[in-house]
């Protein structure tokens, strides 16, 4: 959960620019990316405590091998679920509340066992040391587009 908190850490450190856009990057600005990492560490961390792990079922796929093993989520290639498209009018506050409460969110995935499990929409279903390596590599991704963003801005 360290590297998670690191992570949440630099997303932090970017809130002050949070209204840095680049359409040339992204269509979403610095808060977006922001409040989307947000919203799938949340939502992922929920679905991964509430589930059983007598459900899992394992199936192979290549996408989820291929992501995992290299650490990086093409660009361009997804979108995200609406679920964890942000709605609503972002601001410094917001996403400082918003930080706070996903920080207590996945110190719940200290409780989990190993085969807890999250149903991603494109990989299938991650076990829990899978899941967390998912959620770095998301967030990593988001925070490279962000410094793109600030490096070209508009």
Excluded at 4 to 30: F, H, M, R, W, Y
Excluded at 82 to 109: D, F, M, W, Y
Excluded at 120 to 145: C, M, R, S, V, W
């Amino acid at each position: 959960m360290t590297h998670l908190n690191s992570l949440l850490d630099q997303l932090e450190t970017k809130i002050a620019v949070c209204e840095t856009s680049n359409p040339e990057i992204s269509q979403g600005n610095v808060a977006w990316h922001i409040e989307h990492c947000l919203l799938t560490l949340d939502g992922v961390t929920k679905f991964l405590i509430q589930s059983n792990p007598k459900d899992y079922t394992w199936k192979f796929n290549l996408l989820r091998v291929v992501v995992l093993f290299r650490k990086k989520i093409p660009r361009g290639r997804a979108k995200a679920p609406k679920i964890v498209q942000p709605q609503e009018n972002l601001n410094q506050e917001s996403l400082l509340n918003h930080i706070s409460q996903t920080r207590n969110a996945i110190k719940g995935l200290a409780s989990v066992s190993k085969n807890h499990y999250f149903k991603h929409p494109y990989f299938g279903n991650l076990k829990l040391e899978q899941t967390i390596d998912f959620l770095k590599i998301h967030t990593q991704h988001h925070l490279a587009i962000m410094d793109d963003i600030l490096k070209k801005q508009v």
